[in-house]
């Protein structure tokens, strides 16, 4: 099992569209194509050119923009299975 970095994952989707493949926390499989670049998220509050992310709730838990659903969503470092760019 690839294990995968909470700053890894978000240093990736800083700079990228990327498809994440995760267990939800129901059990289910879900893909979501999702990403951290400013230019893709809607009135994004930025600093030097970063997304600024708020810390809430778990800090397991890594808020994304998810670019099919037009909104945040969310999921555990520790419930990825696959990651890839694009």
Same mark, same amino acid.
């Given at each position: 099992?690839?294990?995968? !970095? *909470? ?6 989707? *800083?700079? +990228?569209?990327?498809?994440? !493949?995760?267990?939800?926390? +129901?059990?289910? @499989? *879900? ?7 400013? @230019? ?5 509050? !930025? !600093? ?24 945040? *969503?969310?999921?555990?470092? @520790? ?8």
């Amino acid at each position: 099992m690839t294990m995968f !970095t *909470r700053d890894g994952l978000i240093d990736m989707l *800083r700079h +990228n569209i990327v498809t994440v !493949t995760f267990t939800k926390v +129901n059990g289910d @499989e *879900r893909v979501m194509k999702c990403t951290l670049l400013p @230019e893709h998220v809607p009135n994004a509050p !930025t !600093t030097n050119g970063d997304l600024v992310l708020e810390s809430k709730g778990s800090s397991n838990n890594i808020p994304v923009w998810d670019l099919d659903a037009s909104g945040w *969503r969310s999921f555990k470092v @520790e419930s990825v299975k696959t990651i890839s760019i694009g």
